[in-house]
């Protein structure tokens, strides 16, 4: 069984589109992220969920939200898509600093 | 804040050697955890190895090892045996609960094996 899956694997959109990821986790852990690789390969978090609760937010537009139905679940929409949102995006989970378990991934690209 | 630094954009190995990929990080915080990912083609990201500060003694994971330097900041992954399926792009990464336990990762080093 896949611990954190994340759909869908490949999403190709027009700009101005509204666009969901959707991510669940098996492995019981209470924080979820949302990470995102920029075209250089950079890694930078966005968004972190504990037990449904938003924790980190970092200076991410407000076109991106986050949320979360349960503590196994985190989904990202995205409103109003721009050319600059093209990348890939990651969905991950840990308990406390031991490490997180990423998905996927999602390569979004933005025509 | 906190940083981490991969100076090698890119290295090589001759199979069956070895190879050690140099990290270097900033926190001002105590009790913080550091690990090295792996990222082949496939993008997906793999937990290669974790050290906790607090430990002294290096985390190794079979053919993998690090060298955690706390007083210098420095924590280099060591690759014994090299093997064509290690070829990838390696993060050094950084978390802490003081910072809600995100990753902070460093700008990563492709490694090349060569057959």
């Known amino acids: 069984d896949t611990a954190v899956s994340q759909t869908p694997k490949y999403l190709v959109t027009q700009m101005g589109n509204d666009k969901s990821i959707k991510c669940e986790q098996n492995l019981g852990h209470d924080t979820m992220y949302w990470y995102k690789q920029d075209s250089k390969k950079f890694l930078k978090i966005m968004f972190s969920?504990?037990?449904?609760?938003?924790?980190i937010n970092e200076t991410v537009p407000n076109r991106f939200s986050p949320k979360s139905p349960d503590k196994a679940h985190l989904n990202l929409h995205i409103n109003s898509l721009e050319l600059g949102d093209s990348a890939v995006y990651f969905c991950a989970s840990s308990q406390e600093a031991r490490g997180a378990f990423f998905g996927q991934g999602t390569r979004l690209t933005v025509v | 804040a906190q940083t981490v630094t991969q100076s090698q954009p890119e290295m090589s190995v001759q199979e069956a050697e070895t190879v050690t990929l140099s990290c270097t990080y900033d926190t001002s915080e105590s009790d913080y955890y550091l690990f090295w990912y792996k990222q082949p083609p496939s993008r997906q990201m793999i937990l290669v190895i974790r050290q906790e500060a607090y430990k002294q003694q290096n985390a190794t994971e079979n053919r993998f090892s690090v060298n955690f330097q706390k007083a210098a900041k420095s924590f280099s992954l060591k690759i014994s045996d090299s093997q064509l399926g290690d070829a990838a792009m390696y993060f050094c990464?950084?978390?802490?609960?003081?910072?809600?336990?995100?990753?902070?990762f460093g700008a990563g080093t492709i490694l090349r094996v060569k057959s």
């Open positions: 969920y504990n037990n449904k609760e938003l924790i």
């Open positions: 990464a950084l978390s802490s609960g003081e910072y809600g336990n995100k990753l902070v």
